[in-house]
């Protein structure tokens, strides 16, 4: 029986012969401390995996949350984004599908040093990674419709986004400041010579007013 109390001859739900979660852990291991190269594997394409990727970034797998952050860690390692918009977990030896509400990670920290265009926003994800945002981790706004309001995403690696949660995009408006972006006057924040767009000066004041 494996860590889930199921025995090592079940198999992953939709995923046909590629063995049961134990041994997804153990290629995902084998595959190499840090971040190994996924951008660069090829496998067959083995069906999808019953795991899902929450909006507030809890991993669920068989419906159940996984609890073990080590565990959630391992997996973040060999996630990829395609260009069909779909992500997947990736070993050298096979490509599960699985499923995200949102984005994968969730941006839970940022500090700031310098100012104005030698300003740099850093932040960490809920599963350890660090980026600073700039050329090679942009930032974009994208409007909640549900809400009003305002989802700040920044890219992590590949195509795969950290979503800044809430109290931390607070924090980050707060470095926003007017900035003439293609001949109108924007509400933006910097970072690493890179300017990012908030929305209008003339919205905020009609939101501040």
Known sequence: MDTYG?????????VGDTADLSALISRATRAGKGLPPVERWNPDF??????EIMADG???????PIGRMPLV???????RKDADGKTYLVTPVEKVGIRVVDAPFIAVEMSVTGEGAGQVITFRTNVGDVVEAGPEHPLRFV????????????????RLEALVARPVMYELVEHGEEIEVDGKMMFAVRSRGE?????????????SA
């Not at 199921?6 to 939709?14: C, E, F, I, P, W």
């Not at 860690?73 to 996630?79: D, N, Y």
């Not at 300017?195 to 919205?203: D, G, L, Q, S």
Request: with cysteine; charged share 20%; aromatic share 10%.
């Open 6 to 14: 199921r025995s090592g001859n079940d198999s992953l739900a939709g």
């Open 46 to 51: 083995c069906g999808d995996l019953d795991m």
């Open 58 to 64: 809890t991993w669920f797998y068989l419906g159940t």
């Open 73 to 79: 860690q391992l997996f973040s390692t060999v996630l």
């Open 143 to 158: 409007d909640e419709d549900q809400t009003g309001g305002l989802k700040p995403y920044v890219l992590v690696r590949g």
């Open 195 to 207: 300017t990012y767009p908030i929305m209008p000066a003339e919205r905020l004041k009609r939101l």
